[in-house]
């Protein structure tokens, strides 16, 4: 492909799925560029100068699934398990809010007992009612990743949360292909995964008044061009408002070890592409630079930022669990402290072109039009002229 070609071919209004797949499969250092400088420019104009955060609270690695690919997963027996205590979780959630975080992210490994899910209710209750404050007047915005649920006990958080405006839930397909779903998810147990639940699960979400998020892993063994441009118009189908990807990564943990995994430059550049092409495709979503970027490369999240991410979700664990909660090798940050996380990130988004959206929930752009509502009001001005910041805590 010549760069006239590429150029014409990013201008075009719709793009169908051969296109798709010819900007997946972009190689050529020029070409890649071109596709990652339209991207960013689609999600300027779209969704403003802004990066939101969502500090990521990874609650407990107890797991009852079996997912091949998950470094946590039940059967492996080598990771020492663990479960945060409420206060500790509070604790971490009241912090974020305290430091313009808008919002935060409540993960763990997925269990279905009433204990689990009356103990998340009530971390929620007590989040809600700590971090509510002229800063944050409803509270902080939560999102959930808790795994496959009952409709009911997604309409249970739903109420707990107690701020049905910025409330959102994350659950991966994985992938589209059920072939390769079935390949990834084929250990017997008594969880078991099927695709056809995991979408009636995004369904239920959205009855629920979730902001529904999915996503799914690139570069797993023997998924191709054609299934990551699957994946893209089952987003479509399924109307999501917000995307979370990133690049599949071997894990010693994990029962995949034996297929391997590409070639971790090739894995990078696939994965910019397919978030590229995601905003292409997809429009005012919400879009997270996946950690696993940065297991690959350094500045990976700053480059999936480059690509059309507005969602980057700094770990607020402190350093004592980190090492209990590696989903895949070579996970970031292990030795780093919240605070550390903090500062540093947002010298590297500000390297790329954008800044963090202090103290805004950053609701999907897709839900709130959706919705009918409004779009939320952008601060004031961060900085000065001379590039000092004026106020980083502000009410809006
Ligand atoms: N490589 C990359 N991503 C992984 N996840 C789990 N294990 C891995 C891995 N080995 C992702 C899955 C899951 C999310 C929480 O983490 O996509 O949905
Ligand atoms: Fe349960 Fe990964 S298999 S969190």
């Given amino acids: 492909m010549t760069p006239q070609q590429l150029a014409g071919l990013l201008k075009k209004p719709e793009l169908n799925d051969d296109d798709i797949v010819t900007l997946l499969g972009l190689t050529d250092p020029g070409l890649c560029g071109m596709l990652r400088d339209a991207a960013f420019a689609r999600t300027t104009e779209l969704l403003g100068p802004y990066v939101y955060y969502r500090g990521l609270i990874e609650l407990s690695n107890i797991c009852t699934a079996n997912c091949r690919y998950c470094g946590i997963r039940k059967a492996n027996h080598a990771v020492k398990r663990y479960t945060m205590t409420q206060e500790e979780i509070v604790e971490q959630a009241v912090w974020a809010a305290r430091n313009g975080y808008g919002s935060v992210c409540l993960q763990s490994g997925e269990r279905h007992d009433e204990k689990f899910i009356e103990f998340i209710c009530s971390c929620l209750r007590e989040i809600h009612e700590k971090t509510k404050g002229p800063l ?156 696993a970027l940065q297991a690959i490369r350094d500045d990976g999240r700053e480059m999936g930022i480059e690509y059309g991410c507005n969602i980057v979700m700094p770990n607020l664990s402190p350093q004592r669990f980190r090492k209990g909660y590696q989903l895949y090798d070579n996970k970031p940050c292990l030795d780093d402290e919240p605070t550390h996380c903090a500062s540093c990130l947002e010298k590297r988004i500000e390297s790329r072109g954008r800044s963090v959206g202090w103290n805004m929930s950053g609701s999907s752009r897709h839900y709130l039009r959706r919705m009918g509502r409004p779009d939320e009001v952008k601060p004031a001005k961060d900085y000065t002229p001379d590039g000092k910041r004026l106020i980083r805590l502000r009410a809006i």
């Fill in 136 to 291: 944050l007047p409803k509270g902080v915005g939560v999102t959930l990743s808790l795994g496959d649920q009952e409709e009911e006990v997604y309409r249970r958080w739903a109420e707990a949360c107690g701020n049905p405006e910025s409330l959102r839930y994350l659950a991966r397909f994985e992938t589209s292909n059920p072939k390769l779903f079935a390949m990834l998810h084929s250990t017997p147990g008594t969880n078991e995964k099927n695709l056809e639940h995991r979408f009636a699960c995004l369904r239920s979400l959205r009855r629920c008044g979730y902001q529904v998020g999915s996503g799914v892993m690139i570069g797993i063994p023997g998924q191709t061009l054609e299934d990551l441009a699957h994946d893209i118009r089952t987003f479509q189908e399924i109307d999501v408002d917000m995307i979370g990807m990133g690049p599949y990564l071997r894990s010693e943990g994990n029962d995949l070890e034996s297929l391997g995994q590409m070639e971790p430059r090739a894995l990078l550049q696939l994965a910019l592409n397919m978030i590229a092409v995601t905003r292409l495709v997809m429009g005012p979503v919400n879009i997270a630079a996946a950690t």
